[in-house]
């Protein structure tokens, strides 16, 4: 059974840091991709980056871009988000996600078939 657990999330002031991880087990996640999506209080499920094991290219929303980081350690199943210079608008439940069915990293939360509990990240001003 596949099983992708978060951790990293916190409290934090604008401007700081986190990273995220994702620990994958179960099955390894080659030609596989991987995602970070967000939710926010009131707000929908929101694609925010993702990388495609392959060959590890990978896909920002424009919201993130040149702030955050993703990236994978296929020795380790592991998925990571570096979070730069966070905005009190980053505030949401972050979950690692993963999908085998297409070969292309999409932002459509329905692609991917495995999913994590979330972790919180609380950005103050």
């Known amino acids: 059974q596949v099983q992708l657990v978060e951790s990293g999330g916190g409290l934090v002031q604008a401007g700081a840091s986190l990273r995220l991880s994702c620990a994958a087990s179960?099955?390894?996640?080659?030609?596989?991709?991987t995602g970070w999506f967000r939710e926010a209080p009131g707000k929908e499920r929101e694609f925010v980056a993702g990388?495609?094991?392959?060959?590890?290219?990978?896909h920002y929303a424009d919201s993130v871009k040149d702030r955050f980081a993703i990236s994978r350690d296929s020795a380790k199943n592991m998925v990571y988000l570096q979070m730069d210079s966070l905005k009190p608008e980053d505030t949401a439940v972050y979950y690692c996600?993963?999908?085998?069915?297409?070969?292309?990293?999409?932002?459509?939360?329905?692609?991917?078939?495995?999913w994590g509990k979330g972790t919180q990240v609380t950005v103050s001003s």
């Open positions: 990388i495609r094991w392959s060959d590890s290219t990978t």
């Open positions: 179960g099955r390894t996640f080659s030609g596989y991709v």
């Open positions: 996600a993963a999908g085998g069915r297409y070969p292309y990293i999409s932002g459509d939360s329905y692609s991917y078939d495995y």
